[in-house]
């Protein structure tokens, strides 16, 4: 009998061996411990407005989590963070920004490792393997364009059409982001890739800092073609009666809001209910309210067409950071150039 138990415990022991480490999941909700702990900072890049609607529903569900937000733009949150870890500083405990960015926090080893028991809800797109970021939301770059100004048939619906000269001078792209480059190294290659953009940039682009701030323009009747605009800005300002429509490219990049725990969190209980409720279905929902677009399975968005966008699967997620820094200098000398 004793033989049998033996051998029955070294079979679990070589299975455990076998499966490997289990990853580490979330925490039972202490609100003592998140009590002690004061509150949990975020840096995000979501609006002063977008983040009172999330807090509102945070609030609702967990009294004691006291979230303080630290609103900054892309670029200038990718830089204070990294001063403040390189300075040895606490600073944020949950970052949240466009993956572009929060990939290349990863690949400096600058997140925790933390898998999120609501991940089983999300898009596969939304899931790191390595577990180090988390998608909350996504967003689809389409052609907006201006309908005083253009014709939707006059509308390229492949990236090659943009390279038309009849285009030259007509089209907009933002310049706080290298998603067109890094989109189409990623899709192309990096030789073909950046070969695309060189001769995009010969269309004389007009950068444009910020996708509402491109949108809006392109309403105003500042140029007729907005190339890689958020579809969720068009459809807003569609909603507001705007002269305003979109195409959708051959695929269309698409992007996602990332959220990671800081390697040097202050406030490790706090900064994993933050991420736990921010996707879950009422987290989602209230992000979903302020215009964002979710990535939890089975909560709609504010738009049908968009719905019907995302259903199509016509996307090309922009994912691949690798030489992220090489990528944005190459973009921004590429598209200033007037």
């Known amino acids: 009998m004793k033989h049998a138990y033996s051998n029955i415990r070294i079979l679990w022991l070589l299975l455990a061996l076998i499966a490997g480490p289990r990853p580490v999941n979330a925490q039972a909700y202490n609100a003592e411990q998140i009590r002690k702990e004061g509150e949990v900072v975020l840096y995000s890049t979501i609006t002063v407005a977008a983040f009172n609607e999330l807090q509102k529903a945070m609030k609702e569900k967990y009294p ?10 892309p670029a200038q949150q990718l830089a ?7 300075a040895g500083q606490t600073g944020a405990d949950v970052i949240y920004n466009n993956l572009l960015h929060v990939i ?17 809800f999300l898009l596969k797109a939304a899931i790191d393997p390595d577990g180090l970021w988390v998608g909350g939301d996504v967003d689809v770059l389409v052609t907006g364009f201006n309908t005083n100004l253009i014709s939707q048939k006059d509308v390229p619906t492949t990236y090659e059409g943009f390279l038309d000269g009849k ?6 792209i933002n310049s706080n982001n290298p998603y067109a480059l890094v989109g189409m190294v990623s899709l192309r290659g990096e030789e073909q890739g950046i070969a695309y953009m060189k001769r995009l940039a010969q269309q004389n ?9 491109m949108a809006n323009l392109l309403a105003a009747g500042e140029y007729p073609i907005a190339l890689m605009s958020q579809v ?15 195409a959708s490219s051959t695929p269309n990049f698409s992007t996602v809001g990332a959220y990671g725990i800081s390697r040097s969190t202050a406030h490790p209980a706090g900064a994993r209910l933050l991420i736990d409720f921010v996707l879950s279905d009422q987290g989602q ?21 968009i719905d019907r966008l995302l259903e199509s699967g016509n996307m090309h997620p922009i ?3 690798k030489g992220f820094e090489r990528y944005a200098k190459i973009y921004r000398e590429l598209i200033e150039r007037r």
Request: aromatic share 6%.
């Open 285 to 305: 929902k209230a992000l979903g309210r302020t215009g964002k677009l979710p990535m939890r399975r089975g909560v709609p968005t504010f738009s049908k067409n």
């Open 64 to 73: 004691v989590l006291n979230v303080r937000h630290i609103r900054l733009g």
């Open 167 to 172: 285009l030259k001078g007509q089209l907009a």
């Open 232 to 246: 969720t800005k068009i459809e807003e300002l569609k909603a507001k009666s705007a002269p305003v429509e979109w």
């Open 80 to 86: 204070r963070y990294l001063q403040e870890q390189r």
């Open 205 to 213: 682009l007009r950068p444009v800092q910020g996708f509402n701030h």
């Open 104 to 120: 290349y926090l990863k690949e400096n080893g600058m997140l925790a490792r933390y898998e999120s028991p609501e991940n089983q």
């Open 319 to 321: 994912k691949d950071a």
